[in-house]
């Protein structure tokens, strides 16, 4: 496990995900993701919280950007739990 110098505050983690959860966009880039949020956030602490989200699979990183693909609903979970072809 690597040791951080620095690891980003929950706040600041937060302040992310809602920007990302909440943009109009389906894809984003890294730098229009910087200027959508309210306070200037470090480029290395915006990479440990995207790897964090994309760990917890609320998000998706490819080569065109972001995109939010955290999904809290039900019907949805239980479709996929049950192996439902839609």
């Known amino acids: ?3 951080l110098k620095h ?3 929950l706040n600041t983690v937060l302040m992310v995900e809602n920007v990302l959860e909440n ?3 389906s894809v984003i ?3 229009e993701l910087k200027r959508k949020l309210p306070k200037q956030v470090n480029h290395n602490t915006l990479m440990i919280i995207l790897y964090y989200l994309e ?3 609320k998000i998706l990183v490819s ?3 972001i995109s939010w693909i955290h999904n809290t609903n039900t019907n949805m979970e239980k479709a996929i ?3 439902l072809e839609l």
């Open 1 to 3: 496990m690597q040791v």
């Open 7 to 9: 690891s980003p505050t």
């Open 23 to 25: 943009m109009n966009e």
């Open 29 to 31: 880039t890294i730098a």
């Open 55 to 57: 760990k917890s699979n």
């Open 63 to 65: 080569l065109k950007g």
């Open 81 to 83: 739990t049950r192996g």
